[in-house]
């Protein structure tokens, strides 16, 4: 047994209550090592012999590893647990003291108690949830007496600026509830709306003000309240990480320097604050002066930011947030920001934008979920690059899913691009039937697909500005067939609810013909999805054991 | 290489900030398999190939592990980094990817920025601290006008019951300080003091009311002040992962019911409560009904404990708080205990009692550190019980050194025992020879030692009630030269830095032998200390590479 590549520690991914009595836990090993792993697992009060064996089944594996996966019961809710591991020179316990012939050697993992303040919840209704992101300047201009100065012709063939303004706003997402329904998304993410100078408005000037190129709180809620009646709940966009150059604060330091009472609400390095030749202050990335960074740690900070946040979620009756550079936050603050944000909708969504490993963020008291750019790097990677095969692509997704509790997955923001990334069909290099394949794999994958705005009419465009052009709406230019696809797998998600709330595993993997598929099934039906990643038709044959007694199989395509 | 054995991950044990703008990174692999371990970092904005390179040391081993471990700085507190492992076949390059031959293609793992809110601060005094655990029934009865009915007479060579008292109370502790001050401990932890009937009162009556056993707020305060007044701090025990049988909640909810506006602070099955045959309400352990569980998730269980804590921390001006059972309570609640209590005394240490791996509780956010059982179960089997070798002692150590961020380790509770184990010197069999090499062992280790009373005066006893016999004050009796040995290894403490701020890395592992050595420095000094755990005497050649270029060499002892 390789005994070194052997983990597991009795928190986070690794063991994590699946609810208030239960508890998940995992364990990984080298690939095909182990022929089984068992759990013996007691009240951590009861007798060392005491207790009940579960087999752990193998949830997935990278290139390196397997892991096993079981939730053992406790009625106690106290837990003690041993593993044992066979593989091909026999059996092993495993437990806090490491490895052992004898399993009082070996010692027990320990859950000391399954607290219901730390129970990790998610609102239900994400696992039913098709995203929507959208761009306010560029996605409808519903109101043309509130356009900017200078804005642009609409167009789907603009090529914008960083500086361009083309007048979308808050009426025109209204008006075009009727698309957003029928294409099937039920959660629109904007990103920001409040007072800003820029077309982005990640700058922001008044977190109490809707910009009024955008329209006013009135329209918002409106927007919201009529988004409601149609079953689309709306998530704003917390920029919590930076203000804008013209925030009020800001301001005052910039005017009163050291003596103002803001001084200690950024991070400034000398005084007079100056923006040439470079910031002298914490910003944004690399010196972006029009965004001072936050000092959230400052009590002060942390209440006008809550107070915002607070305010929007009751008086917008909005559905919840995604979170700015949500990484670059103290914990902390994102701790006080789900209790205050919960305590005035229980049910509202916390998405952080998380480009990498958001372990740390995704343990019950901060985030639901993230934005899921490693599901995004392996599906660009396998689609659309074709860069790696059927057996990395695996690997990437299991590794991903290994790295979070489970109740992470079912609410991940699961895109193909956003406005900060080139667009997918431009990474495919226009070629269509591999963002199809991409997305049906979207649409079938755990977690909620998000589909940036005009993706699924087939939109292109490279890296930001170049990915913000205005959403084409001129049916002739649209590709009716792409949103004819997207609405069917929408559909589809929606008819089938194993691909909603279903488990997930591996399939078939076959890197030799570039094949793949995975099965979902809720405990009443299953579903097979394969992916012919190749130019080729191939014959295969599949494993129907997931199936089990099934009598009907039906396509559902 | 062995690929499988490698681990890291951005967060906790394996990543930290070791100040505000600096990173502690460890990395983990097959013992022996690496040659080296560098880091190549930069600011996560800067170009791909900016950066510095650090080369890792080897922090310590383990039977299968060996750990790699180095701090980096950065100025902008934004980090990206990938390793660059060398082995036997050459060099391989590990990131948030995976491995690859390739810096690119094994991609960078990422902190995304070090938070001034999130950082782990741990009181500085606690690195000289030297604990003296006082159980106060046991320790010196100064007032006999308070003692309970029923009160034994004091001996030493008494064998307390479950249900004894001797009338030991905070009196008799203020008459001891000189005591404690020549002996050279500097922190008082004392079990619990606050109304109850027990004579160890983890089944608190009244938390705001000290037992009048023991005295009352204004003895309370007088020991405080006066032990201060000699340089030592005082910590008291905070019981809240249950309350007493006749604490008011719970009497209310006995008297009223479901009706009871307290039926929702306790966990109760059903109505009328019952405590036979077995109470139908959670209780600390297996049903002792005594203590039934509080439901710290309950607003207003958190608010009436939190206000316990602020309570007396500001009124006592006491030193800190001794979690009892503080596994079985939600992170929430001790997060905002750690808010509450360190803003009245941000000098406040906070010890959690702990007997597993207490990873999650320590990560800044929660505890300063733990009661070190893991620690006492190394030098337990090594010292007391000799059922390993220096080995295996050197590998325990390596291991719980490697579950914590750095910070913790200056302040855990190194224990030989306490009022729930076993004495030390019962277990070694009554072998002082054993108990002075593992106290000088505890004496010269990062971390606090601590001292469970009487200990040092060579009490002796077998699990609770048995190691809770009255303090051995007759001078006759007690050991002296166990107590010389104490006096003069606490002494070498305080004169020497380095044992209690210095670095640790093990010096000598001779399992053949049965000898075992390490040395600690502190950047200005270096001291080396070496064990005989044999009865024979040995000739023992050492490295003194450690001590580099010094010019003297002196027996510390």
Not at 92 to 102: C, H, I, M, P, Q
Not at 167 to 179: M, N, S, T, V
Not at 273 to 286: D, K, L, S
């Given at each position: 047994m390789w005994k070194e590549a052997v983990f597991h520690r009795p928190e986070g991914p690794y063991a994590h209550p699946a609810g208030p009595r239960e508890l998940r836990v995992r364990l990984r090993a080298k690939r095909g090592d182990l022929f089984s792993c068992h759990l013996f697992h007691g009240?951590?009060?009861?007798?060392?012999?005491?207790?009940?064996?579960?087999?752990?089944?193998?949830?997935?594996?990278?290139?390196?590893?397997?892991?096993?996966?079981?939730?053992i019961p406790s009625a106690t809710r106290r837990l003690r647990y041993v593993f044992y591991l066979e593989g091909?020179?026999?059996?092993?316990?495993?437990?806090?003291?490491?490895?052992?012939?004898?399993?009082?050697?070996?010692?027990?993992?320990q859950y000391p108690y399954i607290c219901e303040g730390d129970l990790y919840r998610v609102p239900d209704w994400a696992k039913d949830g098709v995203v929507?992101?959208?761009?306010?300047?560029?996605?409808?201009?519903?109101?043309?007496?509130?356009?900017?100065?200078?804005?642009?012709p609409w167009s789907a063939a603009a090529r914008p600026r960083p500086d361009s303004f083309?007048?979308?706003?808050?009426?025109?997402?209204?008006?075009?509830?009727?698309?957003l329904e029928a294409l099937g998304v039920n959660v629109l993410y904007l990103t920001p709306i409040f007072l800003s100078p820029s077309n982005h408005k990640y700058d922001t000037t008044d977190y109490y003000r809707v910009d009024p190129a955008f329209g006013d709180a009135e329209t918002l809620k409106e927007l919201v309240r009529l988004a409601h009646q149609r079953g689309i709940r709306v998530l704003l966009d917390a920029v919590f990480n930076h203000a804008g150059y013209g925030f009020f604060a800001f301001q005052d330091v910039l005017q009163r320097g050291e003596d103002s009472p803001y001084a200690d609400w950024f991070f400034i390095e000398d005084?007079?604050?100056?923006?040439?030749?470079?910031?002298?202050?914490?910003?944004?990335?690399?010196?972006?002066?029009?965004?001072?960074?936050?000092?959230?740690?400052?009590?002060e900070v942390r209440a006008y930011l809550l107070d915002v946040a607070e305010y929007w979620?009751?008086?917008?009756?909005?559905?919840?947030?995604?979170?700015?550079?949500a990484n670059e936050v103290d914990h902390r603050f994102w701790r006080a920001f789900r209790d205050r944000v919960k305590e005035v909708n229980p049910e509202a969504l916390i998405v952080g934008e998380i480009w990498h490993d958001a372990g740390p963020w995704l343990q019950g008291d901060q985030f639901d979920s993230v934005m899921n750019y490693l599901f995004r790097d392996a599906v660009l990677d396998f689609f659309a690059a074709g860069r790696i095969g059927a057996d990395r692509f695996d690997a990437l997704l299991t590794r991903t899913r290994m790295l979070y509790p489970e109740q992470a997955h079912f609410a991940m923001f699961n895109l193909l691009g956003s406005h900060d990334t080139e667009r997918f069909l431009t990474t495919c290099g226009g070629r269509l039937e591999r963002m199809r394949l991409a997305v049906l794999f979207q649409m079938t994958y755990p977690g909620m697909p998000m589909i940036y705005y005009g993706d699924e009419v087939g939109m292109c465009g490279g890296p930001d500005p170049d990915c913000r052009r205005p959403m084409m709406w001129e049916e002739e230019r649209q590709n009716r067939e792409l949103l004819a696809h997207y609405r069917k797998l929408i559909a589809l998600r929606k008819e089938l609810r194993p691909l909603r709330r279903g488990d997930f595993r591996t399939w078939l993997v076959d890197p030799l013909r570039n094949l793949y598929g995975f099965v979902r099934w809720d405990g009443e039906s299953c579903v097979g999805v394969l992916f012919n990643n190749s130019p080729h038709?191939?014959?295969v044959e599949v494993d129907l054991h997931p199936f089990g007694g099934a009598e009907k199989l039906r396509d559902a395509l």
């Open positions: 009240d951590r009060y009861g007798g060392e012999e005491e207790g009940d064996i579960l087999r752990l089944e193998k949830a997935g594996s990278d290139e390196l590893f397997d892991w096993f996966e079981g939730v091909e020179e026999g059996g092993l316990w495993y437990g806090e003291k490491g490895f052992a012939a004898d399993r009082r050697e070996a010692g027990a993992f929507y992101q959208i761009f306010p300047d560029r996605f409808f201009n519903g109101d043309e007496g509130n356009d900017p100065e200078g804005t642009d083309y007048g979308g706003d808050l009426r025109g997402i209204i008006e075009k509830l009727p698309y005084f007079p604050v100056v923006t040439t030749p470079r910031p002298n202050y914490e910003t944004f990335a690399n010196g972006v002066w029009t965004m001072p960074k936050l000092n959230t740690a400052h009590p979620t009751r008086e917008a009756e909005i559905d919840g947030w995604r979170l700015d550079v038709e191939h014959r």
